[in-house]
């Protein structure tokens, strides 16, 4: 089985030194998990002052909360990186998990044109990936590839649904896509998400799916945007492209949520716009030699990261302990692993690596659901460890 090299040099932002970096550790000696902030290369845990993540993530301004904290060393960050990755892990000591608890974990989807075209091929396929090449010629003739500067729901998308539905080519993928209406779901409940390291989980009935390298948004409970992250949205493309309504099973699958290595919160190095400007990589490496590099240019999205937060949380979507939102990917892998026209899956063993110089790398390894940890500490766990520890 492949194993996982976790090292600060290969996980932090380029810029570390200047950045607050806030994340989670499993305590083992606690028998649960600590909110911990980056102090050069020392792990500080300041569950003291912030019992869970959501709690340092409703204060004021996160990043100087999270600078001003004091708390207990717990070693080195190498140490503890060292013991992350679930192949090779020492379960009496600390390691990594998901940087969010409480959060509720959404997504965007559809929000990149290259991706929307690839639902559309999807659907069209009925989730057999050797039709999906020439489909996926065909609605390229039809639309295009290029709809970046098309904005959704304007006069100039409404006339673009008006030719597809003549043609009989609407989707109710380019519905999300261009329509008004963004398309938000729930990708995993609170506590569920895994973080660096850490097993990632392909439902074995799957033959077709693939990593959604994409930056992960930190929204407090009032709307505002205050930190972002890194995600690896996996998707089961067959699941999706028999039905939409096979969703949940499609995204929602034990660990099909990895988000981390670390929120990186807002503060005057860091911001919103940097978000909008970043360039997020993904590499794919199997224990069969098989290689697969991409990337996705949040300054292609189609639909800004603020619009997306205001339309998963306002008035009409009330998070009280906040949310974490997948912003959406535009790379959807199609490279030939095995057969010519077969198109890319994942296959047990994967190493998946996204990574962001803003924000580091998140690394996991890809194995069946069944196969990765179970999910067994939820929110009712946290809570009576938490009042056992007198932190609530």
């Known amino acids: 089985m492949a194993t996982l090299s976790l090292t600060p040099a290969n996980t932090l932002p380029a810029d570390a030194d200047r950045a607050a970096l806030a994340g989670r550790v499993w305590r083992p000696d606690l028998a649960g998990p600590s909110v911990v902030k980056l102090q050069g290369g020392t792990v500080i845990d300041v569950t003291a002052t912030f019992p869970t993540m959501r709690d340092l993530c409703e204060t004021a301004d996160p990043a100087v909360a999270l600078r001003a904290a004091s708390g207990e060393n717990l070693g080195s960050l190498a140490d503890l990186l060292a013991n992350s990755s679930a192949a090779s892990r020492n379960d009496s000591k600390p390691w990594l998990l998901a940087p969010v608890d409480l959060q509720a974990v ?66 109710q993928y380019l519905e999300v896509g261009i329509g008004p209406d963004a398309e938000i779901f729930t990708k995993a409940p609170p506590m569920s998400a895994v973080g660096t390291g850490a097993d990632a989980g392909l439902h074995p009935a799957s033959s077709w799916n693939n990593p959604e390298p994409e930056i992960v948004i930190i929204v407090a409970s009032d709307g505002r945007i205050v930190g972002a992250s890194l995600g690896n949205d996996v998707n ?13 099973k499609a995204k929602d699958n034990n ?62 979507h009330q998070y009280p302990d906040g949310a974490v939102l997948y912003l959406g990917t535009m790379f959807a892998p199609i490279k030939d692993r095995d057969a010519p026209g077969g198109g890319f899956t994942h296959k047990y063993g994967d190493i998946v690596t996204i990574s962001a110089p803003e924000l580091g790398a998140l690394v996991n390894r890809m194995r069946r659901t069944d196969e990765c940890e179970p999910w067994r500490f939820g929110t009712s766990h946290l809570m009576r460890n938490l009042a056992k520890r007198g932190l609530l």
């Open 106 to 171: 959404k997504a965007a989807g559809v929000t990149f044109a290259v991706s929307m075209l690839e639902r559309v091929i999807e659907e069209k396929a009925r989730g057999n990936p050797a039709a999906a090449a020439a489909i996926r010629t065909e609605i390229g003739k039809l639309i295009g590839d290029d709809l970046s500067k098309l904005k959704p729901g304007s006069p100039e998308a409404m006339k673009l649904k008006e030719v597809l539905i003549a043609q009989n080519s609407w989707s």
């Open 255 to 316: 660990a099909a949520a990895a988000i981390g290595p670390f929120i990186r919160f807002f503060d005057g190095d860091f911001s919103l716009d940097h978000v909008r400007k970043t360039t997020v990589s993904l590499t794919v490496a199997g224990e069969d030699g098989f290689t697969l590099e991409g990337s996705s240019s949040i300054a292609m999205i189609s639909r800004d990261p603020a619009d997306l937060a205001a339309q998963m949380i306002g008035p009409h």
């Open 236 to 248: 089961l493309r067959d699941f999706e492209g028999r039905s939409a309504l096979l969703l949940g």
